[in-house]
């Protein structure tokens, strides 16, 4: 469960700008904020299953927008080539500003 939450909120932080309003409240609070479904259905006075299904079709899009662009899947790739990077860079001598360059680099993602 926590694998599959890590993953939707971070597909949440590349696309939750694609989502509506709802969407992206719904999202916020239960997975952000750690409310039930039932706590989201009082807040919002909607019923529990109308929360489930809005979820649920969130994470279908969320993972849809994944599929297409790939945006998480070339962060996480980019994450371990400079990790890579940084240890092949302990066994050459470079400047200190290229090792300030792949440090600047990412920090951007």
Known sequence: MLEKTTRINM???FYGQLLT?????????????DYSLGEIANEIDVSRQAVYDTIK????LLETYERKLKLY?????R???FI???QECKHIPFP??????IKDIQKLD
């Not at 079709?57 to 279908?60: P, S």
């Not at 899947?73 to 790739?77: D, G, L, N, R, V």
């Open 84 to 86: 890579r990077l940084k």
């Open 79 to 81: 994450k371990e080539l």
């Open 73 to 77: 899947e070339k962060f996480i790739k």
């Open 11 to 13: 597909l949440y932080d």
């Open 57 to 60: 079709r969130t994470e279908q």
């Open 96 to 101: 200190d500003t290229v090792l300030q360059i």
């Open 21 to 33: 309003n709802k969407q992206k409240e719904y999202m916020e609070l239960y997975y952000r904020e």
